[in-house]
């Protein structure tokens, strides 16, 4: 299995440690994949910024415009490493790791570019607020299976008598 900081190429799947059962793990780098796209992306973020430099003249304006640009495109710019367990999904970026179990995710919308998991079973408005957005790295098949085989699975507290999965 690949370190966590290592980027793999597509997903590794592996056994976990004590109590994660199976594990599929990969790191996403939108900008390794794309790069003509991340040229152009580059040259729009300096461009705003010099843009931002000529109407104000301040550099102060024009880093901050340039340091706002650039966390908003993190998920592009930066390496994101994805780790999901049968017990739960991690999700890793430069600034913060994010841990979620499964039994909160009631449906799963796959698309080209990743799939989201949402806590709602029907598609609602509020899934791209409350859901979490997993990115493809040429795994597509593997993560779909993966979390298709996780979400839906009935919960120990689903199974209680009164309690409809």
Known sequence: ????????????????SEGEGAVLEWTSHPMKR??????AT????????????????????TVLA????????????????????????????????????WSIFRSCWPDKNGILLSPFVEQSRLE???????LFDDNA????????ARINRPTADMLQPGIRP
Do not use: C, W
């Open 42 to 61: 580059s040259a729009f973020v300096l461009l705003v910024s010099l843009l931002v430099y000529l109407s104000t003249g301040s550099r102060l304006f």
């Open 128 to 134: 791209n607020f409350r859901g979490i957005f997993l």
């Open 1 to 16: 299995m690949a370190d966590a900081g290592q980027n793999t190429k597509g997903a590794a799947a592996t056994a976990g």
């Open 66 to 101: 340039l340091v706002v640009l650039l966390l908003s495109l993190s998920k592009f710019y930066f390496p994101t490493v994805y780790r999901l367990s049968d017990r739960r999904i991690m999700i890793k970026t430069t600034t913060h790791t994010l841990y979620k179990e």
């Open 141 to 148: 098949t593997e993560v779909t299976a993966f979390v298709k």
């Open 34 to 39: 794309k790069p003509m796209m991340a040229i």
